[in-house]
């Protein structure tokens, strides 16, 4: 479909014919989301990079500072480093919230964009009810992945520690192993399967977790195989992106902190992370990569986002309801 078919209203899906599920669209929907898609982006990624900019100057020294804090404790006395942890969790957690915030203000404006053709506005991002909503849906989806993860897992190392103590070491090895990717898997089926529920409060202003089973039907291997797709390529090349931000941002203390890190010396680990986060603009320093690589997030969580928002566009078009499939 030529870039002159974009759909932009829910009056202009009468006359185009769709494929049921196209993997291109459905890890490109960002690019693929009306007038402008590619502007929406962009503005999105950017929104995100400030606003995490701005969160490392509000809150970063003070995280920084509980990481140091933790890590004295764990060198003093490596087993009895509890209350140094709890105290960087809750140090974190203003930063990690609000990171959190922000970013569901950037996916949900991409949601209003696709599922309610709301294409126009110049700042659509915002926090309200909608975000709300949507925060509580991931909230609940993430909690049955790590539930039904851990419980299962744990329920089979103990059953193959049952039989390992009549068949041997190298079997509970195998059969561990392979306990883990059974937990793991059953745990991204319930994800994936309830997952576009982060979508629909906005489509139906409500919560929505059990009613999004029905989305996925028919369609689960080939949105398994979209998200492991974005997310193994994402993460590598996050990962290259991250060593060469980090090298330009922090020189050559960054190199000295990598050979310091593989060294295994926990108190000469110590000294360097205290150079990195304590130093004279270490904070800018923080913020600074913080937003760059966020850029490059924001563009993959957009992508990543658009596999359910995707699915959810063809099950209203099942289903004969208005919406806007937005696909040129």
């Given at each position: 479909?030529?870039?002159?078919?974009?759909?932009?209203?829910?009056?202009?899906?009468a006359?185009?014919?769709?494929?049921?599920?196209?993997?291109?669209?459905?890890?490109?929907?960002?690019?693929?989301?009306?007038?402008?898609?590619?502007?929406?982006v962009?503005?999105?990624?950017?929104?995100?990079?400030?606003?995490?900019?701005?969160?490392?100057?509000?809150?970063?020294?003070?995280?920084?500072?509980?990481?140091?804090?933790?890590?004295?404790?764990t060198?003093?006395?490596?087993?009895?480093?509890?209350?140094g942890?709890?105290?960087?969790?809750?140090?974190?957690?203003?930063?990690?919230?609000?990171?959190?915030?922000?970013?569901?203000?950037?996916?949900t404006?991409?949601?209003?964009?696709?599922?309610?053709?709301?294409?126009?506005?110049?700042?659509?991002?915002?926090?309200?009810?909608?975000?709300?909503?949507?925060?509580?849906c991931?909230?609940?989806?993430?909690?049955?992945?790590?539930?039904?993860?851990?419980?299962?897992?744990?329920?089979?190392?103990?059953?193959?520690?049952v039989?390992?103590?009549?068949?041997g070491?190298?079997?509970?090895?195998?059969?561990?192993?392979?306990?883990?990717?059974?937990?793991?898997?059953?745990?991204?089926f319930?994800?994936?399967?309830?997952?576009?529920?982060?979508?629909?409060?906005?489509?139906?202003?409500?919560?929505?977790?059990?009613?999004?089973?029905?989305?996925?039907?028919?369609?689960?291997?080939?949105?398994?195989?979209?998200?492991?797709?974005?997310?193994?390529?994402?993460?590598?090349?996050?990962?290259?992106l991250?060593?060469?931000?980090?090298?330009?941002?922090?020189?050559?203390?960054?190199?000295?902190?990598?050979?310091?890190?593989?060294s295994?010396?926990?108190?000469?680990?110590?000294?360097?992370?205290?150079e990195?986060?304590e130093?004279?603009?270490?904070?800018?320093?923080?913020?600074?990569?913080?937003?760059?690589?966020?850029?490059?997030?924001?563009?993959?969580?957009?992508?990543?986002?658009?596999?359910?928002?995707?699915?959810?566009?063809?099950?209203?078009?099942?289903?004969?309801?208005?919406?806007?499939?937005?696909?040129?």
């Open positions: 479909m030529s870039a002159n078919n974009t759909i932009n209203s829910p009056s202009d899906l006359q185009y014919d769709f494929a049921p599920y196209d993997f291109g669209r459905a890890i490109f929907l960002p690019f693929h989301s009306g007038s402008r898609s590619f502007v929406f962009m503005k999105s990624a950017l929104f995100y990079a400030v606003g995490l900019f701005i969160l490392y100057m509000l809150f970063g020294e003070m995280m920084n500072a509980a990481n140091v804090t933790y890590q004295e404790k060198v003093a006395d490596p087993l009895n480093a509890t209350r942890r709890a105290l960087m969790i809750l140090k974190s957690l203003p930063l990690y919230l609000g990171m959190w915030m922000l970013w569901v203000s950037v996916e404006a991409f949601h209003r964009r696709v599922l309610l053709g709301q294409t126009n506005n110049p700042f659509p991002w915002r926090f309200g009810g909608d975000e709300l909503r949507v925060m509580l991931q909230l609940m989806v993430m909690l049955v992945f790590f539930v039904v993860f851990y419980v299962l897992f744990f329920v089979l190392v103990f059953a193959v520690g039989l390992g103590s009549f068949l070491p190298i079997f509970i090895g195998i059969m561990a192993f392979i306990g883990f990717f059974v937990a793991l898997f059953v745990a991204s319930l994800t994936i399967r309830l997952a576009p529920a982060a979508a629909r409060p906005v489509l139906e202003q409500r919560l929505a977790i059990v009613e999004t089973w029905a989305v996925t039907k028919g369609r689960f291997w080939p949105r398994l195989g979209a998200y492991y797709l974005l997310w193994i390529v994402g993460m590598v090349i996050y990962f290259v991250t060593i060469l931000v980090m090298g330009a941002v922090y020189g050559d203390a960054f190199m000295e902190y990598m050979k310091v890190s593989m295994g010396d926990a108190a000469a680990n110590l000294e360097m992370t205290k990195l986060y130093g004279e603009g270490a904070n800018l320093r923080a913020g600074t990569l913080s937003a760059v690589l966020g850029i490059f997030l924001a563009v993959l969580g957009l992508c990543i986002t658009g596999i359910a928002t995707h699915l959810n566009v063809l099950y209203d078009r099942d289903q004969g309801m208005s919406g806007v499939d937005v696909f040129d």
